[in-house]
């Protein structure tokens, strides 16, 4: 029960995050390196507090995993740039489940029996269903236009192999979360470095000292995260952090003014419902 808990931290955090980020404002670099910013500066921070247990392994892969999740990240924003928020976070919280669970049960073989398959199985059903509904966007919409959905879905892709590579990476040489976080926040803040190129310049304006409150955001869901990994296993842990989608599609409408019908309105309240439905069947799941 602790672990489970444990997983609704990031989805309160990481359902919050875009919305303060698309408030804030910036380009996805300036997003991306101020939050490895305020990444960092909460991994130093947790470096005294918890002192970690630092070795070769850990902090090579840790360190990875940090360029993982700023490829990641970087990718996400950029796609929130092209599509908008609403759009964004329910595609993307569908392929990051997806990929989470086919790792979690073919590479780490969790949901060992029929019944748990079955159950784990039809709560993913549940909440990519309910993220489809989310998305859903009215016939014709002028601002609907073919190339920028593709090219929005183009960037959720490469968003989501960020993603589930940052996790899946840590979890494979068991690697607990106040061990990583400080080697993975120096992945990620050279990751932005890098994924900036040219701009490195350009970087340091208000827009990337705002963004530094994300940063601090996103590294305590990261680190409940992964605790919550250790002792739920990746599907379950994984799946009911992105639960948050439900705050940053809601968010994106109503406090980023993002246009739906009413028709839409009704898809998306159904949407939420089976999101909440699955993540809560994702709890019985575990033995």
Not at 33 to 41: D, K, P
Not at 146 to 173: A, D, E, P
């Amino acid at each position: 029960m602790t672990g489970l808990l444990i997983s609704l931290i990031p989805a309160l955090l990481w359902g919050t995050l875009p919305l303060v980020s698309a408030k804030v404002g910036g380009t996805p670099h300036h997003q991306v390196f101020g939050m490895t910013i305020g990444a960092l500066l909460f991994s130093v921070a947790v470096f005294f507090i918890v002192p970690p247990e630092l070795n070769a392994t850990v902090v090579v892969v840790s360190f990875i995993s940090g360029l993982c999740w700023a490829f990641g990240q970087f990718y996400q924003f950029a796609a929130m740039k092209a599509i908008g928020v609403s759009k964004t976070m329910p595609l993307s919280t569908g392929m990051q489940l997806a990929g989470a669970a086919v790792c979690g049960i073919v590479i780490f073989h969790e949901w060992d029996t029929a019944f748990r398959m079955i159950l784990g199985l039809t709560a993913l059903v549940l909440i990519v269903i309910g993220v489809l509904f989310t998305s859903k966007e009215k016939r014709n919409s002028p601002d609907q236009k073919t190339n920028t959905m593709v090219k929005g879905i183009f960037l959720i892709v490469l968003s989501t192999l960020g993603y589930v590579s940052y996790i899946v990476i840590l979890r494979s040489f068991q690697i607990d979360g106040w061990s990583a976080i400080f080697p993975q926040s120096i992945g990620m803040i050279l990751g932005a470095v890098v994924m900036s190129g040219k701009r490195v310049k350009s970087l340091y304006n208000r827009h990337t000292a705002y963004n530094i409150v994300s940063g601090f955001m996103w590294a305590g869901g990261n680190i409940s995260l992964l605790i919550a990994t250790k002792l739920e296993g990746i599907a379950i842990s994984f799946s009911m952090s992105q639960i948050g989608t439900v705050l940053s599609t809601l968010g994106g409408i109503f406090i980023l003014g993002e246009k739906k019908t009413k028709n839409q309105m009704v898809l998306l309240m159904i949407g939420c419902i089976l999101i909440i439905l699955g993540g809560v069947l994702l709890g019985f799941t575990k033995g």
